[in-house]
């Protein structure tokens, strides 16, 4: 109990119009990831709909994330759908 949000409860949340409700989505989704938890579903929710925000501080924590998400695997087709938007991951 008081944990941090499921993979399901962040996905729902990126997914919000409030940027507010995003970003505190988008630092669970970082700190479960910090903490070692494995978050794939999230990756395509990010950028979906993080990218194109014009919420500065979103686009902070969207970089930030983009440094936490795993890269020692092979490139996934969301990864390769970020690349080609002009995102680095």
Known sequence: AGGLPSE???A???ESN???IKKHALR???????GGEA???ILMQ???FCINSDDKQLKKL???????VPKYQEL??????AMASGQSV
């Open 39 to 41: 978050l794939p579903r």
């Open 46 to 48: 990010v950028i979906r």
């Open 76 to 81: 996934t087709q969301e990864e390769i759908l």
């Open 12 to 14: 729902r949340d990126l």
């Open 8 to 10: 399901e409860e962040i």
């Open 28 to 34: 669970a989704a970082i700190m479960a990831m910090l």
């Open 62 to 68: 969207t970089m930030l994330y983009w440094e936490v």
């Open 18 to 20: 409030d940027a507010e």
